[in-house]
């Protein structure tokens, strides 16, 4: 435990709620941090930007073979400990329909059927029950390894004092996720690490379970299998929609370290958001390699030592009046500063695909892309136009209700569609088809309604 006299109550509130003594100590690490003011920021001028990384995209074909042979060695983690509440659901967002009836969850585990490896979620407390009912449909995913572990919990802290927050009104609210830079100390935790290391995994792929395109990737698998790196990231092309995500950078002797919004001091905000500077963004796709991992934690007395991320809120975060606290996070994919030779590759915008908002829903329930026989979902090869875009209005369209209710018959046609932006309450009639530019603006009180068959555009 720690040695601050402070933590003493936290340790004690995290001993009652049964948390392990290894998770106890990392939360003690980043406590010791912030009461020393360390702030956990990354100035502009302490890194470098990278210029080039290897691009999956021109990788030879060999890679393909060297993966199919890893692939008995490989795992599937799925961060799932999340719940859609920007998009008004009170249950584990992959648990909502996506395409023909199938849930985020059903994908993945088609997806991991068909290729043969093993799915591993990482739950929270709020999404564990729920996401393990709905795989009793699948018994082929039942084997040695556990389908889940769980994430830890931690104490939100009091800004006036460093105190543990106190929010009678509803307890749980005085605690939070330490982020999914916890996967880690989970996965040794709570044992996963050594049943893959036992059954004799020695890689796992692991994403979120909301980005539809981190799927498995025998020529990405091989490149990383034969290489034998610790670690290793996909990146993308920033784009300005990119410009708050975190981006890769390194630091003067070249080791590749992550940068989070979060982490930037205000005065390099610009640098920050600079994406001819700054070219890659984190997917949050990342390669593991288990004895790798398993090694620098013991190395490191299992605290992985990832940067933290402060972040400061109130205790009930729909009440601002609230007590203002602290959360203390960690990402994941700063792990790609911790371990040496530690690697990152470029990889096509196709895998990252995620639906963050009720926008991305409506995009991908559309015909603009396609569920594969392999449970891919992908552009529509049908489509020659660029990417699709989509805007709706938040007052409208926020919610997953709200977006049911004003596409009752589905989704319009879009694989003719550029750009669609819907400002003010529309309703749409079955069989609308959208081409080119399409931009619908109600302003007055009363809604539209798209009759059926329109063609608009």
């Not at 407390?125 to 919990?153: C, G, R, W």
């Not at 605690?175 to 996963?192: E, F, K």
């Not at 890769?248 to 370290?257: C, F, R, S, T, V």
Request: aromatic share 8%; with cysteine; charged share 20%.
């Amino acid at each position: 435990m720690s040695n601050h006299p402070d933590f003493t109550p936290f340790a004690q509130r995290m001993q009652a709620e049964g948390l392990p003594n290894i998770f106890i100590d990392t939360f003690a690490f980043y406590y010791a941090q912030l009461v020393t003011g360390q702030t956990g920021m990354i100035p502009e001028n302490g890194i470098e930007a990278v210029t080039a990384v290897p691009d999956t995209e021109t990788f030879p074909l060999r890679f393909m073979d060297v993966g199919a042979q890893a692939l008995a060695q490989t795992a599937v983690i799925k961060l799932n400990g999340g719940l859609g509440t920007s998009m008004g659901l009170q249950k584990a967002k992959s648990l909502l329909p996506v395409r023909d009836g199938l849930s985020f969850l059903d994908i993945i585990a088609r997806q991991t059927i068909v290729t043969n490896v093993p799915l591993i979620l990482m739950n929270s407390f709020v999404t564990n029950a729920d996401s393990l009912a709905l795989l009793e449909k699948y018994p082929q995913l039942q084997n040695e390894i556990p389908l889940s572990f769980m994430q830890h919990k931690e104490p939100k802290i009091n800004q006036a004092d460093f105190s543990p927050a106190i929010w009678p009104e509803n307890p749980n609210l005085e605690w939070c996720p330490p982020g999914h830079g916890d996967i880690y100390t989970a996965l040794v935790s709570n044992g996963t690490l050594d049943a893959l290391l036992a059954a004799g995994y020695e890689y796992a792929f692991v994403s979120n379970a909301d980005n539809l395109g981190a799927v498995m990737d025998k020529v990405i698998l091989g490149y990383f299998a034969e290489n034998q790196f610790p670690f290793m990231m996909e990146v993308a092309d920033r784009t300005t929609m990119d410009k708050k995500g975190g981006h890769l950078a390194q630091q003067p002797d070249g080791q590749l370290i992550l940068r989070e919004l979060a982490q930037c001091p205000p005065a390099d905000m610009d640098t920050f958001q600079d994406i001819s500077l700054h070219k890659y963004f984190n997917t949050n796709n990342l390669w593991l390699n288990l004895p790798a991992l398993k090694r620098v934690m013991q190395k490191r007395h299992y605290k992985l030592g990832l940067p933290m991320i402060v972040n400061a809120k109130t205790v009930d975060p729909r009440d601002r009046h609230s007590t203002p606290v602290y959360q203390l996070e960690t990402a994941m994919g700063a792990a790609v500063g911790v371990f040496p030779g530690a690697q990152a590759v470029r990889v096509p915008r196709t895998r990252f695909a995620p639906v963050k908002k009720s926008l991305d829903l409506l995009a991908v329930r559309s015909d603009a892309y396609v569920l594969t026989d392999d449970f891919h979902i992908l552009p529509n090869p049908e489509r020659t136009l660029p990417t699709l875009v989509v805007e709706l209005d938040d007052r409208y369209y926020k919610l997953v209700d709200q977006l049911a209710e004003r596409f009752p018959n589905g989704i319009p046609s879009l694989i003719e569609c550029t750009y669609l932006s819907i400002q003010g309450d529309v309703k749409f009639g079955r069989d609308v088809v959208c081409r080119g530019e399409v931009i619908l603006k109600n302003e007055g009180d009363t809604q539209m309604v798209i009759p059926d068959g329109a063609i608009l555009g």
